[in-house]
């Protein structure tokens, strides 16, 4: 792992290899100054000698103290464990710094034929070095934190990105059902009242919608222009079954044709209006569609139905969830008992 850089920016977050050198440097010009009085040794050689021996043993420290820290990261990796990891981490290197000065002090006494003993004065000179190991350690700590910090935030955030997806995809499921379950009851009236030549060519418009489904069924928005094509053509086919009865106001501006909406909103609304509502020739309905203040607004008067067909309570939910989810904006709604309004967000971002 000393050697290999993808290990250690595995381990400790970073590339340490320059920081590790200089870390090393410094603190064994502090130990060599601290343990030895410059003035009692008055030969470079002695003095690069003292350097030498405190580098050795600095950096027998260093990475004992690191090795500590990654296998401590190994036992305790999550962030609730952090206080734990970092105090056991703070007690070895007291014990690591202490415990190899005993060993070196007792080596290097040993070949200077004196005695090693731990003095009061000693421990206040182990003082600084402890204090400068934990410094070190710390600067570990804390770009570890903040390295595991933007992972966890990255994980957190792309689980959110899968999350609002795979609601998306179920709403999106849920709605093309809901389209076919009342395309259905359209189609068997037509085949009640209507001859077969006309119950064929609901058929391959039909088709022809559900070819734009799957094109757009991936998405989460598409263009105006797209989803106006595609109510247009849902509109053509009712009008096969209500004739001049459904009459469509449409008053949309070039300039918003590539604004985006999610998939199907407008042909849910347009679906939701025809089925709920009276269309004869005594009660025509007429549908307004129009772009205002960055919204789609789809408006009619009310004429409800006697009897209503079954409903599956999809459509409005299905529209407010989806919107929810892909830009946190919410549909408006409006019921005044005379007219019933509803405004779409564009989205233009």
């Known amino acids: 792992m000393l050697l290999n850089k993808e290990k250690r920016i595995q381990y400790l977050g970073f590339d340490d290899l320059w920081f590790a050198t200089l870390g090393i440097l410094i603190l064994s010009g502090v130990a060599a100054y601290l343990f030895n009085d410059p003035a009692l040794m008055p030969s470079w050689f002695e003095k690069i000698l003292s350097w030498v021996i405190s580098l050795f043993f600095t950096t027998i420290d260093w990475f004992l103290n690191r090795s500590i820290m990654i296998y401590l990261r190994k036992k305790f990796p999550a962030f609730t464990d952090d206080a734990q990891r970092i105090t056991l ?16 002090g007792t080596l290097i006494s040993q070949i200077q034929g004196v005695n090693y003993f731990i003095s009061w004065s000693r421990i206040k000179v182990l003082l600084p070095i402890i204090i400068i190991s934990i410094m070190s350690m710390a600067i570990y700590e804390a770009i570890y934190y903040n390295v595991r910090l933007k992972k966890s935030v990255q994980e957190e955030e792309h689980s959110k990105r899968l999350l609002v997806q795979a609601q998306l995809d179920a709403l999106l499921n849920q709605a093309q059902p809901h389209f076919f379950f009342n395309t259905l009851n359209t ?15 609901f058929v391959d418009k ?34 096969e079954r209500f004739g001049e009865n459904l009459k469509l106001d449409w008053d949309i501006p070039d300039a918003a044709l590539y604004a985006r909406l999610v998939p199907m909103s407008l042909q849910l609304l347009l679906e939701n209006a025809i ?30 139905k006697s009897t209503q067909l079954p409903s599956t309570k999809v459509g409005l939910a299905n529209i407010e969830k989806r919107y929810a989810l892909i830009s946190g904006q919410s549909i408006d709604i409006q019921n ?14």
């Open 89 to 104: 981490l703070f007690f070895a290197i007291v014990i690591t710094v202490v415990a190899v000065d005993i060993i070196g």
């Open 336 to 349: 005044n008992g005379q007219r019933f309004r509803v405004s779409l967000p564009l989205v233009t971002n």
């Open 187 to 201: 189609l068997r009236d037509i085949i009640d009242q209507n001859s077969k030549e006309e119950a064929k060519e």
């Open 206 to 239: 039909l088709s022809d919608m559900y070819r734009f489904l799957l094109e757009a069924g991936q998405e989460n928005l598409v263009p105006l222009k797209n989803e106006l094509r595609f109510a247009k053509a849902y509109i053509h086919i009712q009008s």
């Open 275 to 304: 089925k709920h509502n009276v269309i004869s020739k005594a009660k025509p309905l007429t549908i307004h569609v129009a772009v205002k203040d960055d919204h789609l607004v789809v408006e009619n008067k009310i004429a409800p």
